[in-house]
């Protein structure tokens, strides 16, 4: 169709000045990390506040045992025990509880106090962002 620019050795999208190989290469780049962000939303850092490492749960059930400090706590929920006397986390496999809100607060606050996480999904997404925008002129 008229005015539609594309590469005449791939017959892809035009990508001057970069070659073929290297648009291909920035592509698959690109899909990557927009899979990254994604997989980013399901992280949640361990209710212990001696802890608040990063975790991600892949399947099965709620209930998670922190390898780093030993805690047991919900997924859906927050709730945490089974260390340093405190009784064990309820029974997580019927939990429909709201996430707690100073859980919520600290896994964002971690992500944020990360510098280099806050640069490259702000980069990430500008870039998508301006995508979006070229593809609509």
Not at 73 to 84: L, S
């Amino acid at each position: 169709r008229a005015g539609h620019h594309f590469c005449f050795k791939c017959m892809g999208e035009a990508h001057a000045p970069c070659s073929c190989i290297e648009f291909r290469l920035w592509q698959e780049k690109n899909e990557k990390a927009k899979w990254t962000l994604k997989k980013l939303d399901d992280v949640k850092a361990c209710p212990n506040p001696d802890c608040n490492v990063k975790t991600t749960r892949v399947s099965g059930c709620m209930y998670l045992h922190c390898t780093r400090c030993g805690c047991e706590w919900c997924w859906q929920c927050g709730e945490w025990g089974n260390i340093n006397g405190r009784p064990p986390a309820h029974h997580v496999y019927q939990c429909n509880a709201p996430p707690k809100a100073d859980w919520v607060a600290s896994t964002a606050a971690g992500f944020e106090s990360d510098q280099r996480f806050a640069f490259y999904r702000d980069r990430a997404l500008n870039h998508e962002k301006s995508l979006r925008f070229a593809e609509d002129q």
